[in-house]
């Protein structure tokens, strides 16, 4: 750095402090332009739609080649789910952008510089949560579109099979393909993109409460995995009340475009607001920490 | 401007800042000054609503800092250097502060300028050194052209050049009618630099003064005399209107020079061993203060 000297500090210009205080807006613009100014944000956000998109394409194109081999692809095939094949690794890469937002700020210390602008936390930790949904929602739906036509795009290319190894043969067809004016299509995408955009405000909440780094990430992966495993090696009587409510298996039921008929699943919308409540009261119990902890 | 009133914070059992009460005038520079260790950091933090006091009340301009209107525009504070994200640009770091209180994005380039950080504005502030990530501080600190200003140790990392600037921008800041209040552990840097003392020591006040009452109260000309005949020489000085301490190695007579207490001793026929003049640095007087308080001693102490 260079040493030349530096000019004696200028008098203070006519201070005139506007009228009124701060606002949730104000934390929000600010909020934002901290999203959009580190290239983690943007990075999680590329990978996210690269997953999206080359998950279907992988997907659907897996799914021409083999179409008519395996009978259990075949029935109860969801053309919607084909295409949206990358919302489970999508999801990690969601997760991990949603811990970063708030942990990044606590691990460099930088979430000191933010308390001091806006002291109050429950309007930066409201403030952060909008802008991420936002963003989220917006994302996601780009990403899940691209990711969809691509996938049906692939899927057309499919040939008619007969199935092997059944008698008499069956015909049956083409990889069938949706377009989003069929049945299920559009509240698929949205429950989809709903999904998404909580599991991060869930991620964020998680960020709030455990503020490092390694940890919230570990507990999100915790929770979104191993959890699903132990709960898998439970009795069929606990299992079956339990599983539901498990995030990964709440995706079971919202990236489709048929809805999953079974009774022990939740339906499409009672898993959105599940994973909305999940949300609520993750990132209502780190706001109550985060103003009584010290900064 | 600022109030701190039976300011306690714990940690578990260990007692951070020990019911510290003290206020910063304005239009002066007032120097926090203690080892390290001392509290000096958490009641700052407190002082800016950053940490939760156990007990007792920090106040700026009458009020709690999470009621300030626009923060930024009443209070500018610089704490660790190292409160930014190092992944983001000098000057997106100042953005994103500015946009939080409706700070003009003009008034960025003034505080870059004003800094000397023009030239690294948009590099990103992890290939920062020490001190320019503490001009950066600053300039942040000043982004709101607040009346109330908080430095936490602001001349660490800054080469003399950096020291002299920062010495020169507090006292500007004062002039101005500012409420100006620095921390530090360098007593010699607090001399140059601040109007009033606030000495803490584990957490406690240990003295609350002007510079200039804590320099002559510290740093008075001393003479240490060695005599077999004690009694006679102290009754001689005392009798010349001196005053004079006994210590286990001699007397100490106090603003005096070594030659007036030679000559008295000739002029009585008092045998001399030693007669050495004594000035205590201001180091020292502030290291005497606190002696008992400081958090980690050295190798070389403990050697003693």
Known sequence: MTTNLLPPPPAPSARTIPAGSYSLLDAIKAEWMKFRTVRSSLWCLGIFTIIMVGFSALFCAVTVNQWGKHPEDVFGFDPLTASLAGVTMGSLAIGVLGVMVVSAEYSTGSIRATFAAIPHRSTVMLAKVLVLATVLFITAAVAELIAFFLGQAILSTGHAATLIGQFPATHIGKPPTVSLGSHGVLAGLLATDCYLTTLAIVTLGLGILIRHTAGAISAFVGVLFPLFLIVALLPTTFKDHLQKFLPLEIQQTVVVSKPVVSATSMSMWHGVIAMALYAVVLVGAGIFFAVRRDA | ?304
């Open chain 2, 1 to 304: 401007m600022i109030d701190v009133t039976n300011l306690t914070k714990r940690y578990g059992t260990k007692v951070a800042v020990n019911d510290l009460s003290f206020s910063v005038a304005r239009g002066s520079v007032t120097g926090f000054l203690g080892p390290n260790g001392s509290g000096k950091s958490t009641t700052m933090r407190m002082i800016l609503g950053l940490d939760h006091p156990t007990s007792g009340t920090a106040t700026i301009g009458g009020k709690p800092y999470r009621d300030a209107r626009w923060p930024l525009r009443e209070v500018g504070a610089l704490l660790e250097a190292r409160s930014i994200h190092p992944g983001r640009t000098a000057y997106n770091h100042l953005r994103t502060l500015a946009v939080a209180n409706r700070i003009p994005t003009s008034r960025v380039n003034e505080v870059l300028r004003l800094v000397g950080l023009e030239e690294t504005a948009k590099k990103r502030t992890g290939g920062f050194s020490l001190g320019m990530g503490q001009r950066l501080g600053i300039a942040a600190a000043m982004l709101g052209d607040p009346e109330v200003l908080l430095f936490d140790e602001p001349v660490n990392g800054l080469d003399p050049e950096g020291i002299v600037w920062v010495r020169t921008f507090l006292r500007s800041l004062a002039a101005e009618g500012r409420t100006v209040f620095v921390s530090s552990h360098l007593m010699a840097e607090m001399a140059l630099t601040a109007d009033h003392l606030i000495v803490i020591g584990q957490g406690r006040l240990k003295a609350a003064m002007s510079v200039d009452e804590f320099i002559s109260t510290n740093s008075r000309q001393r003479v240490r005399v060695r005599t077999p005949d004690a009694d006679r020489l102290s009754a001689t000085l005392s009798g010349e209107g001196l005053q004079v301490a006994a210590d286990e190695h001699g007397l100490i007579v106090y603003d005096v020079v070594s030659d007036r207490v030679g000559e008295l001793c000739s002029a009585s026929n008092i045998t001399l061993h030693e007669l050495s003049p004594m000035v205590a640095s201001l180091e020292e007087a502030f290291m005497e203060l606190t002696r008992d308080d400081v958090e980690y001693h050295g190798q070389i102490e403990d050697a003693r």
